[in-house]
């Protein structure tokens, strides 16, 4: 943060009750970037709903939305606010938005895990999360990944079903992975939480999220720094 984003967050932060600050860092503690998510055209609201308060339930701080063919809305009412409280990074408006996203978090040091059930190469219960960070793809619920999605992933996954229905529905998919996958990273040794520097922009977000009347606050800081 810049000299004034300082300034700002400091006031703001004078303005939030302890119990909310407290809240703020226990929470921090628990977020990780170690595994993220990856949403493929989904265009259902409910769906993509879900998925949301799932991520910030499991502690899963960003999601990457692909927008090839279908625009990406929630509803409030299943969303609950956890949008606020995540990280969501929109693509769109490239040729191929699939191929730029996950060759991105390539770069970053993603391997990118395609949840498919057309692949028995890796169930659920056998995923190896000390191979290094985690992207998990997810599709679009008529169709599933795209060939583009299938063709750069660097894994398959799959989640073990005992009955007739060949998949979950996706948000359900989600949370099963993410319950799954969350409770083994907690047991292992590897070194899942956010670092201090990548604290502090959340930190400041989440400070502003719980100020009432923000933006006339902050109008009214920025107009004090530079009086």
């Known amino acids: 943060m ?14 939030v009750n302890e119990n909310r600050l407290s809240l703020i860092e226990r ?11 990856v949403l493929e055209d989904i265009y259902q609201p409910h769906n993509a709903s879900a998925v949301f308060r799932s991520c910030d339930g ?23 606010g956890s949008a606020q409280w ?9 040729v191929n938005n699939t191929r730029d996203t996950l060759n991105k978090l ?10 498919t059930p057309h692949t028995d190469e890796r169930s659920l219960d056998e995923f190896d999360l ?12 008529m169709k ?17 079903m005992r009955g007739f229905t060949e998949s979950f529905n996706i948000s359900v998919s989600v949370a099963v992975v993410l319950h799954y996958l969350r409770t083994a990273l907690e047991k292992s040794d590897l070194e899942w939480q956010l670092t201090e520097n990548e604290k502090i922009p959340i930190r400041y977000a989440w400070v502003r999220n719980s100020v009432k009347n923000l933006e006339i606050i902050e109008k009214e800081l920025r107009k004090k720094l530079k009086s």
């Open 144 to 160: 599933g990944l795209s060939e583009t999605a299938l063709s750069l992933a660097d894994e398959y996954l799959r989640i073990p």
């Open 130 to 141: 000390s191979n290094g960070k985690a992207a998990l793809l997810f599709g679009t619920e």
């Open 27 to 37: 929470i921090l503690e628990q977020r990780t970037r170690y595994i993220t998510v």
């Open 86 to 94: 995540l990280s969501i990074h929109s693509y769109k408006g490239e």
């Open 58 to 80: 499991f502690g899963i701080q960003d999601i990457h939305v692909i927008e090839n063919r279908n625009s990406l809305e929630t509803i409030p009412d299943v969303e609950l």
């Open 2 to 15: 810049d000299q004034e984003d300082q300034y700002i967050y400091r006031a703001l932060r004078d303005m």
């Open 106 to 115: 390539k770069s970053r040091g993603y391997r990118i895990v395609a949840t």
